[in-house]
């Protein structure tokens, strides 16, 4: 009765919608391994219950996880996994995301999902920020935990399992100008006055890409120098950009020859049949800035040991390929099955770097705030 009555809720309001039924085919946090930046999802649906005595899982997610055209592994996740075990998933997408879940916790009211897809350490801060208690519980042992790649494991207090990741990286198109076009090499190689204006970035303050991008400038320049960095790049006429979407919707219109995205970006262009020299990949001082996602339980889930075994099928390798294709991020286990057109086109950085947890617990909100001021209104 209580799943019934958190069901007919979220189709009158609240949370955007349920995917009820497969077909609806969609893409990454947003289309070519893309973001959600703390916006609405924009699904819709309606749920037609289940039959007596089958089990429910509520799983929890992003819109674009499910309903982004053509490419969201959601409705393949459903059919997949309904296919194979006695039990009925469902998808719910609110509107402002992890926010909807922990507003629920401050307020006392029930938390009625299973499991929740699509966390980072953002999201899991502002968790611990908020609620004494958290939301989510342990995962402990589950099956495929050990596969998980070394360093991408962002939660101190093993409630997270990461099941892809991305790398913030530059795309930039080669044909721009006289054909020739070539990104630097080096963070310093993009305040040379032969970029100047060449550059499309995301607001920090306002954008998971853009986040990251400063994240990696403040390994690159230390706290001490990123702010110096970033006036230097203003006085070369870098663009900031309010979020991803609309920063590569400009580049594709070529407005600027370098856009800061994804290094999975020529699996989406081959994919689509888009020329490959206008997605070309540069790592800066040969990095790329880890962006994983992850999963887990919520404490108070009716079904625990199921939601458990919904984790473990989404670390096997046959789905861990399959996420990784629909939503253009690599797997996060060394075992996914990958086909080779994935493996020749998505670049992995020789290094990846982040900061942990427990760095940007301590720091983030600063240096971003930090960055605001000095930008944000200039």
Known sequence: MRRRTFLRA???GGVAGLAGCTGNDGGSTATNGGESDGGAASA????????AGIPELVVATYGAFVDAPSTSPGPWIKETFESEFDATLSFATPDSEINYFIERALRGVEIDADAYVGLNVDMLIRVDEKLDDGLFATVGDVEGRNDVKDGLNFDPQGRIV???????????NETFGDGDFAAPETFDGLLESDYEGDLLVQNPAASATGKSFLLHTIKAKSEDGYLDYWQKLKENNARVVSDWGTSYDQYLKEEAPMVVSYSTDQVYAHREGQDLAKHQIRFLNDQGYAYPEGMSVFRDADDPDLARRFLEFILRPDVQGEIAQRNVAF??????ELPSSFEEYAQAPPEAVTFTY???????????????RQFASK
């Open 10 to 12: 979220v189709g009158a």
């Open 44 to 51: 819709t649906g309606t749920t037609t219950g289940t039959a």
């Open 358 to 372: 427990d760095e940007l617990r301590d720091n983030v909100s600063e240096w971003t705030t930090a960055w605001e």
């Open 331 to 336: 797997p996060s286990t060394t075992t996914a």
């Open 162 to 172: 990461p099941y892809d990741t991305s790398y913030v990286s530059l795309v930039y």
